[in-house]
Nanobody, 123 residues
Framework: QVQLVESGGGLVQAGGSLRLSCAAS????????MGWFRQAPGKEREFVAA????????FYSESVEGRFTISRDNAKNTVYLQMNSLKPEDTAVYYC????????????????WGQGTQVTVSS
């Protein structure tokens, strides 16, 4: 069973930065591709970024491309999301997810989810 625990959320002013972390408790962590999704109040969950098991491939949504960076440390079973130049529209609950399949933007491809961490960007 895969357990994912996110941390690093909080309140930040527009233009600021945050780094989210997601620690996975699974022995075969380096066989999973990892993704970050977010959900704002009243909106559907949307894709943010994903990274392949090796870290060699990364996908981003258009809304965060150039501002967010996803990375992973397989020795620590952890994936990160560095968020820079934050905007009020980035406010959401951010979820970490793991998939045994190849890197994907589709939330249905992810089998395991964390509990989420709140990110609030004030204007």
């Amino acid at each position: 069973q895969v357990q994912l625990v996110e941390s690093g959320g909080g309140l930040v002013q527009a233009g600021g930065s945050l780094r989210l972390s997601c620690a996975a408790s699974v022995r075969t962590y380096n066989s999973y591709s990892m993704g970050w999704f977010r959900q704002a109040p009243g909106k559907e969950r949307e894709f943010v970024a994903a990274i392949s098991w090796s870290g060699g491939s990364m996908f981003y949504s258009e809304s965060v491309e150039g501002r967010f960076t996803i990375s992973r440390d397989n020795a620590k079973n952890t994936v990160y999301l560095q968020m820079n130049s934050l905007k009020p529209e980035d406010t959401a609950v951010y979820y970490c997810a793991a998939s045994p399949k190849y890197i994907s933007r589709q939330y249905k491809e992810y089998d395991h989810w964390g509990q989420g961490t709140q990110v609030t960007v004030s204007s």
